[in-house]
C-alpha cells in the first residue's frame, strides 16, 4: 500500500476511533440526564432521604461526598505530592526506591472493595472509629495515593532539564530550583492528575460502604467527623440494592445524574487553575 493512502485510511480509522468514543460517552450523558434532570429539584436536594414514604431527598449525601472528598485530599495529597517529588528529584536508583515503586504500583492494583474491606478492619475495627467519615476519609485517602505519586512524578520529570540547570547556574539550591521552578513549571500536569483523582473519588462506592457506612445525619451541614457518612454513590446503590421507598427508582435517576453533573462541574472548577496556569507559563515563555 502507499504511503500516503496508509497515512489517510490510519487517518481515518483513528477518527473514526475519536468520535465512537465521543458517540458513546454522549449517549451514556443524555440517557442518564433525561432521566435524572427532571427529579433535581431544591426539595429533592436539600431534604433527607425517607426510609418508607415517597419524596425524599439526597441533601446530606450530596454534603458528604465533597465532605468525604476534601478529607480525603487532605489527608493524601501531602503524602502523595511529596513521594512523586522525591522519586522523581531526591531518589536515586536503589533498593529503597525500588521498594517505594513496588508498593505504590501494588496498591494502585488493590480492588476498592478490598481497599474498603482493609479499611473497615483497621480503622472501624482495630482503632475503634465505626462507620464514620473519618474512617471513610482515611480509606479514600489511601485509594488517592497511588495515582497522585504516579502523576506527579511524571509530571515533574517531564520539566526540560534546561530549567533546572539554568536555575543552579544562578546559584539556587536543590530545594529552591525544586520549589520555585520545577514544581511551578509542573503545576499544570498535577492539577490535571489531582483532578482526575477527585473525580474518581467522588464517585467511590466500595470503599465508602464498609467504612462510611449506609446511614448519614440529618442535619444538612454535619461537620462532625465521627458520625456516618453515606455518600449520593452509596445511596444510589442502596436505593437500587436495598431500599424499600415506593419512589426508589426516581431517587436512583435523580442522584445518577446528580453524581454526574457534580463529577462534571468538580472537574471544570478544579481544571481551570491549571489552564490558567498553563497559559501564563506559555505567554511568559514568550515575551
Known amino acids: ?35 435524572g434532570l427532571p427529579v433535581l429539584t431544591p426539595q429533592f436536594l436539600t431534604s433527607s432521604p425517607r426510609e418508607l414514604e415517597a419524596g425524599g431527598g ?39 526506591t525500588d521498594l517505594v515503586r513496588l508498593s505504590v504500583e501494588s496498591l494502585a492494583t488493590v480492588p476498592s472493595i478490598v481497599l474498603g474491606l482493609f479499611g473497615m478492619i483497621i480503622f472501624v475495627n482495630f482503632f475503634g472509629l465505626g462507620f464514620t467519615i473519618l474512617g471513610g476519609a482515611l480509606t479514600l485517602a489511601l485509594l488517592n495515593l497511588p495515582l497522585l505519586v504516579r502523576v506527579t512524578e511524571e509530571a515533574i520529570r517531564a520539566v526540560p532539564v534546561s530549567y533546572r540547570e539554568a536555575s543552579l547556574a544562578l546559584g539556587a539550591t536543590q530545594w529552591q530550583t525544586v520549589r520555585q521552578v520545577v514544581i511551578p513549571a509542573a503545576l499544570p500536569g498535577i492539577i490535571t492528575g489531582v483532578t482526575l483523582t477527585a473525580g474518581r473519588a467522588l464517585g467511590e462506592t466500595a470503599v465508602l460502604i464498609y467504612t462510611a457506612g449506609t446511614s448519614a445525619s440529618r442535619h444538612f451541614f454535619d461537620l462532625d467527623p465521627f458520625n456516618a457518612g453515606e455518600t449520593l454513590a452509596v445511596h444510589l446503590w442502596y436505593v437500587r440494592a436495598e431500599s ?32 490558567l496556569v498553563l497559559r501564563r507559563l506559555t505567554t511568559g515563555g514568550h515575551r
Open 1 to 35: 500500500m502507499p504511503a500516503k493512502k496508509a497515512d489517510r485510511v490510519a487517518t481515518a480509522v483513528l477518527t473514526m476511533a475519536a468520535l465512537s468514543l465521543i458517540l458513546i460517552l454522549a449517549w451514556f450523558l443524555l440517557y442518564v440526564l433525561r432521566r
Open 58 to 96: 439526597v441533601g446530606p449525601q450530596l454534603f458528604n461526598s465533597f465532605y468525604i472528598l476534601f478529607l480525603s485530599l487532605f489527608f493524601s495529597l501531602p503524602v502523595g505530592l511529596g513521594t512523586g517529588v522525591y522519586l522523581a528529584e531526591y531518589a536515586r536508583p536503589s533498593r529503597w
Open 244 to 275: 424499600l421507598v415506593p419512589d426508589a427508582g426516581r431517587i436512583a435517576d435523580g442522584a445518577a445524574a446528580l453524581l454526574i453533573i457534580a463529577v462534571l462541574v468538580f472537574n471544570l472548577i478544579l481544571g481551570l487553575p491549571a489552564r
